[in-house]
């Protein structure tokens, strides 16, 4: 059986499309861990801050050192050797991540530095939208289910800062850390 150049086109087209929705695919599974390690950071932080009767300073630097030690477990895991031996794309991929973890750390508190966002409701809202807009860029390039986390995140931040008064910081926590830990289980099932 021979193939005209029409049909090989088709045959490469096809071929193109099915490693950029496979690759998709594997973005998904791979970055799933990380929404739910975050939802669960900001579903407890804030039921902590909202209802807990207890000294509420240290209640999201601890919960973030421990997030931070669940990202780099998660990042360890997925960039051990012998995943790194099978992928050379992979080399260096713990590094990558540690550094993009830390200029995101750094931006936060430059931001906070700059701007003086005394308002906790407002650094709150400012990180839901921050994290938002991030997923949508993200998404640019792993795939539209991102692009849809990103944005739900982003305007329910901002539904949270502009609607909700007495009950802020539960809200966030169900919708913001929700929506992220479901988001994670979603993509980890693609």
């Known amino acids: 059986m021979t193939l005209d150049k029409a049909q090989a086109a088709q045959a490469l087209a096809d071929i193109d499309q099915s ?3 496979s690759s998709s695919l594997y973005s998904y599974g791979r970055s799933a ?3 739910v390690i975050a939802g669960l950071m900001w579903l407890v932080a804030d039921l902590l801050l909202q209802f807990s009767p207890f000294d509420k300073t240290w209640t ?3 919960v973030s050192l421990i997030g931070t030690a ?3 477990g998660v990042a360890i895991r997925q960039t051990r050797p012998e995943s790194r031996a099978r992928s050379p794309a992979h080399r260096g ?3 990558r991540i540690v550094v993009v973890w830390l200029a995101v750390l750094a931006f936060m508190v430059a931001t906070f530095a700059i701007y003086g966002l005394q308002d906790g409701r407002q650094q709150h809202s400012f990180i839901g939208v921050f994290f938002g807009c991030l997923y949508v860029a993200v998404g640019v390039f792993m795939g539209w289910r991102m692009v849809a986390v990103g944005v739900a995140l982003a305007v329910l931040s901002m539904v949270g800062f502009f609607a909700v008064h007495e009950y802020y910081l ?3 926590g169900v ?3 929700g929506a992220m830990i479901l988001s994670g289980l979603w993509l980890r099932r693609v």
């Open 93 to 95: 991929l713990f590094w």
């Open 175 to 177: 919708v913001g850390g």
């Open 33 to 35: 861990p990380y929404l």
């Open 19 to 21: 490693q950029r929705y």
């Open 60 to 62: 999201w630097p601890v």
């Open 70 to 72: 669940a990202f780099f």
């Open 170 to 172: 539960a809200y966030m």
